[in-house]
């Protein structure tokens, strides 16, 4: 062969290898970003021409489902129950994608997850078409709906937890929407519907529950107490310091009680009492005296500053865990700089409950095959860890139950049951209307085992002089605690 030739072959055999290796790249290599890409269409009429898993609560309840339509799309998602659901199933929209369970479980819900490989494989060798996997919540409708019975459109949010388990029962917030108007395939209408969620002040489109991050007022107590306790300094009946006012250290400033007096004779309170009366020097003076590490590493222990997911993505709890001085007063009672979600709240009643162990929340209950509906996944309870220990576990149930008794809580008692609770109202600033909060446990009293924890915030409430937990928020955490029990 002469030079020329060898040459040529060498450029075409070049040309040949680049024009190989770029193929491969782009089918092999990109193919999953490609695929991923918003313009991409044959993949959006692909994955939307597939009937896609069904979303279910309790015995099979579906809250949302694929149904056939005519037209180029194929199947069309609907959803049974609209706003109770919402802001766990999310929507699955062409225009705006997915949010809630339809984005954390997309993979099994459209049928792609690795675990339904061999079903995709078996329909590709009999020409059936794919079909995405089902996935059935842990909320109990019962719950679901008494939560949102007793919210009566209030804005704020509610969750229900089983402590043994960590499995979500109810996850409400309010306002919702109805992921219908998202999920049509009417381009104009959808956006229409866009536009008016994402301009309300209301915001409807984010779930109250895991989303938000709200100063937890006096239900940040229980975790100040459990601080107290743990230390092996204080007992339920160690006396404390609860002045009418407290004098806050580098400031002129002071912390007073809400009803203006002093919350023990001598400006002393037991512990028990500070709790059951929600003295706030008495935990103000705690969050001093313990310091700031201590109540950071409490508030850690129960779940704070820590990533979750349930498998939605939940919003890390906070504490300021340089807080000095007064503010470090103020944390000690759930104000300055500490934000929770409701979860978090709802989790720390829920480990006192459970003996001190907090459990991992979770809102899957299993994921089942279309057809054979074989159980793909199912998720077994997880411990996140020890909050704190047995002893000081049974403290603060004890504390809870005044609470409940005797104290500011009284409204969330239920009939044949034992519960303990912890109000809480947070400040917002001058002539807000203060956030209205209620944390509890409850277990049925006639030997049926059952138990759940409930946490309750309500954002507007009433007036400035109106809005405490014990009012507004606990007569919802005992209608959501008896829906539980009766179950």
Request: aromatic share 6%; hydrophobic share 40%.
């Amino acid at each position: 062969m002469n030079r020329p030739l060898r040459r040529l072959s060498a450029v075409v055999a070049f040309l040949f290898f680049t024009l190989f290796a770029s193929t491969t790249w782009i089918q092999f290599v990109r193919s999953g970003e490609l695929n991923a890409m918003p313009g991409n269409s044959r993949q959006l009429y692909a994955e939307f021409g597939r009937e896609r898993g069904a979303i279910l609560v309790g015995a099979g309840q579906a809250v949302a489902t694929s149904v056939p339509v005519d037209d180029s799309y194929e199947f069309l998602r609907q959803y049974e129950a609209g706003e109770l659901y919402a802001p766990v199933t999310g929507y699955y929209s062409i225009r705006y994608g997915t949010s809630g369970i339809e984005r954390a479980m997309n993979d099994v819900l459209s049928g792609t997850a690795d675990e339904l490989f061999y079903r995709r494989l078996s329909s590709l060798l009999t020409g059936e078409d794919p079909r995405g996997a089902s996935v059935t919540l842990t909320l109990d409708p019962q719950v679901q709906q008494a939560a949102w019975d007793a919210l009566d459109g209030r804005k704020g949010a509610v969750v229900a937890v089983e402590p043994s388990t960590g499995d979500v029962l109810a996850m409400v917030s309010s306002p919702s929407y109805d992921p219908d108007v998202l999920a049509t395939h009417d381009g104009a209408a959808a956006e229409q519907a866009w536009q008016a969620l994402i301009s309300d002040e209301d915001d409807p489109l984010v779930n109250r529950t895991i989303d938000a991050l709200y100063p937890p007022g006096s239900t940040f107590k229980l975790i100040t107490a459990a601080a107290a306790l743990e230390s092996g300094d204080y007992t339920t009946d160690t006396l404390v310091d609860g002045p009418q006012e407290l004098d806050l250290p580098q400031t002129s400033n002071t912390l007073s009680n809400d009803e203006g007096t002093a919350c023990g004779p001598n400006d002393q309170v037991s512990l028990l009492d500070a709790l059951r009366i929600s003295c706030n020097t008495a935990f103000g003076q705690l969050g001093l005296d313990l310091g700031a590490e201590a109540l950071d590493a409490q508030a850690q222990a129960f779940g704070f500053e820590q990533s979750l997911s349930v498998p939605l993505s939940v919003e890390q709890s906070q504490f300021p865990e340089d807080a000095t001085g007064p503010l470090l007063a103020y944390a000690g009672i759930g104000q300055g700089d500490v934000r929770v979600t409701p979860l978090q709240v709802a989790m720390v009643s829920a480990a006192i409950a459970n003996g001190g162990v907090v459990m991992e929340p979770n809102l899957v209950q299993t994921v089942r095959e279309a057809e054979s509906l074989d159980v793909i996944a199912e998720p077994a309870p997880q411990e996140l860890g020890r909050a704190v220990s047995e002893d000081t576990a049974e403290a603060l149930q004890e504390m809870m139950r005044a609470v409940v008794e005797s104290g500011t809580g009284t409204r969330a008692q239920v009939d044949g049951a034992v519960v303990g609770g912890k109000t809480g109202t947070a400040q917002r600033g001058e002539g807000q209307v203060p956030y209205a909060w209620f944390t509890s446990w409850a277990r049925d009293d006639e030997g049926e085992n059952r138990e759940v924890a409930v946490a309750v915030v309500i954002e507007d409430g009433g007036s400035v002089d109106s809005a405490y937990g014990g009012r507004l928020s606990a007569p919802v955490a005992q209608q959501v605690m008896q829906a539980a029990l009766d179950g």
